[in-house]
Nanobody
Framework: QVRLIESGGGVVQAGDSLRLACTAS????????MWWFRQAPGKEREFLAT????????RLGDPVDGRGFISRDNAKTTLYLSMNNLRPEDTALYFC????????????????RGQGTQVTVST
């Protein structure tokens, strides 16, 4: 069974850059699309970025627009989210998710979701 495992989180200082990774393992992985989200305690989940796995098209959400970048490796088993100029308000649990069908992708329904990696930005 395919699992998504995030990595790359940690404690960083304001102004630093970070690259998160989401690796698929455990089977054949061929999603229709993938996302990065984050959620801080007591706050709603925020959309950060998405990639259409079929054509590589990407879109960034407001929280990282202008300072974030979503990409994947050539083997198409790892998704990345790079962010720069991190701020304390970026502190959250960051997770990736995947949709296996167009209906689920455009309906933002997860077929797979990782456990997340914590990012803490200190001043």
């Amino acid at each position: 069974q395919v699992r998504l495992i995030e990595s790359g989180g940690g404690v960083v200082q304001a102004g630093d850059s970070l690259r998160l990774a989401c690796t698929a393992s455990g089977g054949v992985f061929n999603p229709y699309g993938m996302w990065w989200f984050r959620q801080a305690p007591g706050k709603e989940r925020e959309f950060l970025a998405t990639i259409d796995w079929t054509n590589g098209g990407t879109r960034l959400g407001d929280p990282v627009d202008g300072r974030g970048f979503i990409s994947r490796d050539n083997a198409k088993t790892t998704l990345y989210l790079s962010m720069n100029n991190l701020r304390p308000e970026d502190t959250a649990l960051y997770f990736c998710a995947a949709a296996n069908t167009p209906a689920n992708y455009y309906g933002r329904r997860f077929d797979l979701r990782g456990q997340g990696t914590q990012v803490t930005v200190s001043t």
